[in-house]
T-cell receptor, first 113, second 110 residues
Framework: NAGVTQTPKFQVLKTGQSMTLQCAQDMNHNSMYWYRQDPGMGLRLIYYSASEGTTDKGEVPNGYNVSRLNKREFSLRLESAAPSQTSVYFC????????????FGQGTRLTVV | GQQVMQIPQYQHVQEGEDFTTYCNSSTTLSNIQWYKQRPGGHPVFLIQLVKSGEVKKQKRLTFQFGEAKKNSSLHITATQTTDVGTYFCAGHTGGFKTIFGAGTRLFVKA
């Protein structure tokens, strides 16, 4: 089992460009999450999806959109990248609603210049 | 909104010394989880605490959940270089959101 797979691992964007970060899990999990990690800020929740067909905003949703394409896949889109979005992005999934172990992908290191 | 504060932000220890990181929530938690992230890696689940006053051990690691379910701690006895990384607590109050603390980065000098 691959677990949670994120692509790409690294990306450099120019300000104003758009891109989509892809995430897929093969554990049949209902819940999926997107976090960003900045130095000294820990992991901040951008969006989450409790189940296929539903998405909700987290702590820092501005500038991002998400799509829960099916149970396996949860993508994060930056429509017009800004330098403030330079960060490491992690996708995660968990089996049930709250309080179960979250499995993280390897992360995407995004730089916006 | 709900916050989970974690201290200290950094800790430098000599190999063999003990280490403790603390988490405090502004609201009562239904449970708390701990994760470890090695440098350059991704967070990996360590343990979950659910009951008031719960204490769990994993070898040299001891996890505690406060009586009021608002605070938690992770204590490592006799640190080793393999303990290097960032330790995060993650609190749940119900629903689907997980609120992570900022993490404590542990440096161990051999």
């Amino acid at each position: 089992n691959a677990g949670v797979t994120q692509t790409p691992k690294f990306q450099v964007l120019k300000t104003g460009q758009s891109m989509t970060l892809q995430c897929a899990q093969d554990m049949n999990h209902n819940s999926m999450y997107w976090y960003r990690q900045d130095p000294g800020m820990g992991l901040r929740l951008i969006y989450y999806s409790a189940s296929e067909g539903t998405t909700d905003k987290g702590e820092v949703p501005n500038g991002y959109n998400v799509s829960r394409l099916n149970k396996r896949e949860f993508s994060l889109r930056l429509e017009s990248a800004a330098p403030s979005q330079t960060s490491v992005y992690f996708c995660a999934s968990s089996g049930r609603d709250q309080g179960t172990e979250a499995f993280f992908g390897q992360g995407t290191r995004l730089t916006v210049v | 909104g709900q916050q989970v504060m974690q201290i200290p932000q950094y800790q430098h220890v000599q190999e063999g010394e003990d280490f403790t990181t603390y988490c405090n929530s502004s609201t009562t938690l239904s449970n708390i989880q701990w994760y470890k992230q090695r440098p350059g890696g991704h967070p990996v689940f360590l343990i979950q605490l659910v009951k008031s006053g719960e204490v769990k051990k994993q070898k040299r690691l001891t996890f505690q959940f406060g009586e009021a379910k608002k605070n938690s701690s992770l204590h490592i006895t006799a640190t080793q270089t393999t303990d290097v990384g960032t330790y995060f607590c993650a609190g749940h109050t119900g629903g689907f959101k997980t609120i992570f603390g900022a993490g404590t980065r542990l440096f161990v000098k051999a």
